[in-house]
């Protein structure tokens, strides 16, 4: 039969640097990914097709839905929990805001206390510093050399010096050290130097939500995937969905059942599995995955498959700056301001009952017309504008000034309420039952996210910026998604030990975000690579010495 | 749609959707996948706005004046019904997608979206390599 060592399931920030490290030990490895392969011209500069909602990335909710239930028990078919079903998966079209997690987002619990679901990680920070230098190397990031005021140590600087940016970053830096705050170049997965044989950014009109032309943008296809393939040992499995895991009579598992490029039921048998299709989708396919000896799904013993649920909680304002006062250089031709600020990772008393804020992330808005003309119409809720007010606040908008946002990430708290399961009614396009989406978001949410956008309208009035604006207040953030396979040293509260290995399954392991047992307050990506990576040193080690088998 | 479309972004002293060659691309986009789960809502706002136009004036939304139109579209926006605003934002959406969008899908003819709003597609050299 088909066999291989060990068969990835998804391509993505999980499975693609568990590709290059295994296949790079000698492993034969086959990564399956549900969607197909594009090249860099496929990322035509094409607003229209490249963005989420025309296809390019996230399957229709008419073929391949998710069910989401909402607290208030309105349900609706919806592409939420989807990331990117292609080859480099979420990397493709990532905003590749690469941050370190802080020491304290790895004991949540010892830090703050009881607060509905919130756990200590497994692990700490020290255990993965090596991991996350390996991932900023392999990735290719941009930034301060020293990092970010989040890390506790770094033992190597970042590879490339930060993006070029626009000169109200200079005045920007200024306003918040006047403010008492320190904002300090994004670190970026964006060349800003010609680096690992792929050219700098050209800061074009189209970056996160898009795929990168040119790829100076470090994305799994570009890199791990790249690297995994040139071994000669990575098959590239793409078109390839798969539907369940298959377990031997040990009740090991032994490989995988698959829907081919022409739709064809196909089997693969594998040493070691390896699930990354990102945090829904892992979970419904070990939900799946369900037998005699696993009936409740593979690895579910505990019941943890599925719960605690997180995305990330974003909130977000913008400002106009207007040619005037100490911004006269506004026109230069630059889209890239990238400014961080995390003096505000903890809260002060009295905010929220957990302690804990998160970042602020800044840059100039990048002229996407349609994008931004849908905004400004107001079509995001309530009564848009149209005719001839829209019309003249189309023009007003685009050709007086530029616009600075900025984005709020915090924890997303799990809990209870926000889990994945199987849909009891609805199928996708294949027949299998759907994940449905069980959200509810706690207070904290509402209450660090108000806080935290009012920090950074703060800052843009201290800028000079006008029209300040609330443009979202705790809502989810759909493109970091974790939880579902919490990891943990407790096999009855945990499904993955601390190598992100199944507690029953010895040769099963999901390298996704699902193992995270909380999500931080940056965007979780970097962590993913890390975490990947550590991972397939365990499994490269466990696999030598027979242990697997 | 047509003429919902040309209510939206009218072509008066500076050009619209009629100049934008709206209609070309909402042709093309009802037809492509992605857009399927949206067909019904659309074809539903429509026959409302049909329902309220016969009602106000015993003819069909295209057959009225422009002044009719804003005037069938204003009380489709004024009502408190989601699926009115749900309908309404989609169709707005679909506008201005048809508006900016790169000509080659039938709107933004040559290119008088860009240039109403000033903008300039910054193109960048794309060299595949293989693996």
């Known amino acids: ?549 | 749609m047509r003429g919902l479309a040309e209510r939206i972004l009218p072509s008066d002293q500076s050009v619209g959707a009629e100049e934008a060659g709206l209609i070309t691309y909402v042709d093309w986009v009802v037809r492509q996948p992605f857009f399927a789960h949206r067909v019904d809502q659309l074809i539903a706002g429509i026959e409302f706005l049909d329902s309220i136009a016969n009602h106000l004036w015993q003819r069909p939304f295209r057959d009225c004046s422009s002044d009719e139109q804003d005037v069938a579209i204003r009380t489709l926006a004024e009502l408190a019904s989601p699926p009115c605003h749900r309908f309404l934002r989609c169709v707005i959406n679909m506008t201005l997608a048809g508006f900016l969008c790169d000509p080659k899908y039938g709107g933004n003819l040559n290119k008088v979206g860009w240039t109403y709003i000033g903008f300039e597609r910054r193109v960048v050299q794309i060299c595949d390599r293989n693996g």
């Open chain 1, 1 to 549: 039969m088909d066999s291989v060592d060990v068969a990835i399931v998804g391509s993505g920030a999980g499975g693609g640097p568990l590709a290059m490290r295994l296949t790079e030990a000698g492993f034969r490895v086959a990564v399956l990914e549900k969607g197909p392969r594009y090249a860099r011209s496929d990322f035509l500069q094409d607003e229209l097709l490249s963005c989420d909602d025309f296809g390019l990335f996230v399957p229709s909710p008419t073929e391949e839905p998710h069910v989401i239930v909402r607290s208030d028990g309105t349900t609706e078919l919806s592409s939420l929990g989807w990331i990117a079903c292609c080859w480099g998966g979420g990397t493709c079209h990532m905003g590749a805001a690469l941050y370190r997690f802080h020491p304290a987002d790895f004991m949540m619990r010892s830090q703050f206390g009881d607060h509905y679901n919130i756990a200590d990680w497994p692990y700490r920070y020290a255990d993965l510093e090596r991991y996350y230098a390996q991932a900023e190397s392999v990735l290719g990031v941009s930034g301060a050399t020293s990092g970010t005021p989040l890390e506790e140590f770094r033992s190597k600087p970042l590879p490339m010096p930060p993006l070029t940016a626009h000169p109200t970053a200079a005045v920007f830096e200024k306003v918040c050290s006047d403010l008492g705050s320190h904002a300090f170049p994004t670190p970026r997965g964006i060349n800003s130097i010609p680096y690992d044989d792929r050219p700098a950014c050209a800061d074009c009109n189209w970056c996160s939500g898009y795929g990168c032309p040119t790829g100076a943008r470090g994305s799994a296809q570009e890199t791990v995937l790249l690297k995994a393939e040139r071994t000669g040992r990575c098959r590239v499995m793409v078109g390839c969905m798969v539907r369940e895991i298959i377990v031997d009579s040990r009740g090991l598992a032994s490989g995988c059942i698959y829907f081919d490029s022409d739709r064809i039921e196909r089997k693969l048998s594998a040493k070691a599995i390896c699930i990354s299709c990102s945090a829904v989708e892992s979970a419904r396919l070990l939900l799946l995955s369900h037998s005699r000896l696993f009936p409740d799904g593979l690895g579910n013993g505990s019941g943890q498959v599925g719960k605690n649920l997180q995305f990330l909680s974003t909130s977000s304002g913008c400002g106009r700056l207007m040619g005037k006062r100490n911004l006269q250089d506004l026109a230069a031709p630059i889209n890239n301001l990238g400014r961080s600020v995390v003096d505000y990772y903890f809260l002060p008393q009295g905010v929220s009952s957990l302690a804990k804020g998160g970042l602020l992330q800044f840059d100039l808005v990048r002229p996407s017309p349609i994008a931004t003309a849908q905004k400004i119409a107001g079509t995001g809720s309530g009564t848009p504008l149209w005719g001839d007010a829209l019309k003249a606040r189309l023009r007003n908008y685009f050709l007086d000034g530029r616009e600075i946002g900025f984005e709020v990430f915090h924890d997303f708290i799990p809990s209870d309420g926000t889990y994945v399961d199987l849909d009891p009614h609805v199928c996708d396009k294949w027949g299998l039952p759907v994940a449905r989406i069980h959200v509810s978001l706690v207070e904290h949410h509402f209450a660090a996210g108000k806080w935290l956008l009012d920090r950074g309208l703060e800052i843009l009035n201290a800028l000079g910026a006008e029209d300040l604006e609330t443009l979202s207040h705790a809502l989810i953030g759909r493109h970091l998604i974790h939880g579902t396979c919490r990891a943990g040293l407790n096999k009855t509260t945990s499904m993955l030990n601390q190598f992100c290995q199944s507690h029953e399954v010895r040769n099963l392991f999901v390298v996704d975000g699902s193992f995270m047992p909380t999500s931080a307050g940056v965007p979780t990506t970097l962590t993913i690579v890390a975490n990947s990576l550590r991972t397939a040193d365990y499994i490269v080690a466990e696999a030598r010495a027979g242990n697997l088998e």
